[in-house]
């Protein structure tokens, strides 16, 4: 079965660009997480969402952030305009209702130079 | 809010060494999960546990949910090279859906 799948799994970019990162959770799961990983804070949660609805944004760090849903298979993560500071590993969790367990995908590396 | 203090943050054995880690909280869980995450990749689910006290085993892995719901410990026997990697601890914050993860404790393994 496949897992959670991410892309583009590297994406470099100057600052200022727009940066779009992906998300196709795993069949059948309803709840969707985006993370942020770094040296310095370690795992974050910046978003989650249950049944495509935006539950829990608070952790995502500014307006510049923005998470969406359209359907139950495919997420997207967007920083609008990037900052050398949004450098970071970026993942995708999936879940299915009732459980905790998350999923998680490969991740996106960013890089902003 | 949760904190989860791994314990210890890094570890040096040599192969085939037996490795213990915990993980302890300060408020009560009731779900400890066990994550490795190998370079490069995202963390992958080893164990989940749902009692107080349950031990569960996968393979060579080992864990166990504390009986005061504060803590839960990993062992790992007879580590083999692919043991390398950082061992994330988690479980869910109380009314939601929400992980809150560990520090992480980095295993290396000396030739």
């Known amino acids: 079965d496949a897992g959670v799948i991410q892309s583009p799994r590297h994406e470099v970019t100057e600052m200022g660009q727009e940066v779009t990162l992906r998300c196709k959770p795993i069949s059948g799961h309803n709840s969707l997480f985006w993370y942020r990983q770094t040296m310095m804070r370690g795992l974050e949660l910046l978003i989650y969402?249950?049944?495509?609805?935006?539950?829990?944004d608070s952790g995502m760090p500014e307006d510049r952030f923005s998470a969406k849903m359209p359907n139950a298979s495919f997420s997207t993560l967007k920083i609008q305009p990037s900052e050398p500071r949004d450098s970071a590993v970026y993942f995708c969790?999936?879940?299915?209702?009732?459980?905790?367990?998350?999923?998680f995908g490969p991740g996106t590396r960013l890089t902003v130079t | 809010g949760q904190q989860l203090n791994q314990s210890p943050q890094s570890m040096f054995i040599q192969e085939g060494e037996d490795v213990s880690m915990n993980c302890t909280s300060s408020s009560i869980f009731n779900t400890w999960l066990w994550y490795k995450q190998d370079p490069g990749e995202g963390p992958v689910l080893l164990i989940a546990l749902y009692k107080a006290g349950e031990l569960t085993s996968n393979g060579r892995l080992t864990a166990q949910f504390g009986i005061t719901r504060k803590d839960s410990f990993l062992n790992i026997s007879a580590s083999i090279p692919s043991d390398v990697g950082i061992y994330f601890c988690a479980g869910p914050a109380v009314g939601n859906e929400k992980l809150t993860f560990g520090t992480g404790t980095r295993l290396t393994i000396i030739p």
């Open positions: 969790a999936s879940k299915t209702s009732g459980s905790y367990e998350q999923y």
């Open positions: 969402f249950n049944n495509n609805v935006p539950i829990d």
